[in-house]
């Protein structure tokens, strides 16, 4: 059974940091492309960061490059998001989600593993 369980989420002031956390079980993320995707009301779900499976290469939206990095632990099987110089519009859920095959945050539908969320709020 896959579980991928996010922590990290809270809430932040304008120019400040947050790491985000996801703990992945019944997959590796080794071998599978790993993402984070944000959602606010009322607005499709969207990507923000995605690390390919192996090299761990690592391809960003234009409104997380420069201020986010994404990275992942193959030996604890987690996969991280660091956000700095946070802006009122990061406000959304975050998720975590995996899928096998080629790697891209651009369409959400093809990721099969979510995680539950975590709320940022940037303020």
């Known amino acids: 059974q896959v579980q991928l369980v996010e922590s990290g989420g809270g809430s932040a002031q304008v120019g400040g940091s947050l790491r985000l956390s996801c703990a992945a079980s019944?997959?590796?993320?080794?071998?599978?492309?790993m993402s984070w995707f944000r959602q606010t009301p009322g607005k499709e779900r969207e990507g923000v960061a995605a690390?390919?499976?192996?090299?761990?290469?690592?391809i960003y939206t234009d409104s997380a490059k420069g201020r986010f990095t994404i990275s992942k632990d193959n030996a604890r099987n987690w996969l991280d998001l660091q956000m700095n110089s946070l802006k009122p519009e990061d406000t959304a859920m975050y998720y975590c989600?995996?899928?096998?095959?080629?790697?891209?945050?651009?369409?959400?539908?093809?990721?099969?593993?979510w995680g539950q969320g975590t709320q940022v709020t940037v303020s």
């Open positions: 989600a995996a899928r096998v095959g080629s790697c891209s945050y651009r369409d959400w539908t093809a990721f099969a593993y």
């Open positions: 019944g997959l590796s993320v080794d071998t599978h492309c």
């Open positions: 690390i390919y499976s192996g090299d761990g290469s690592a």
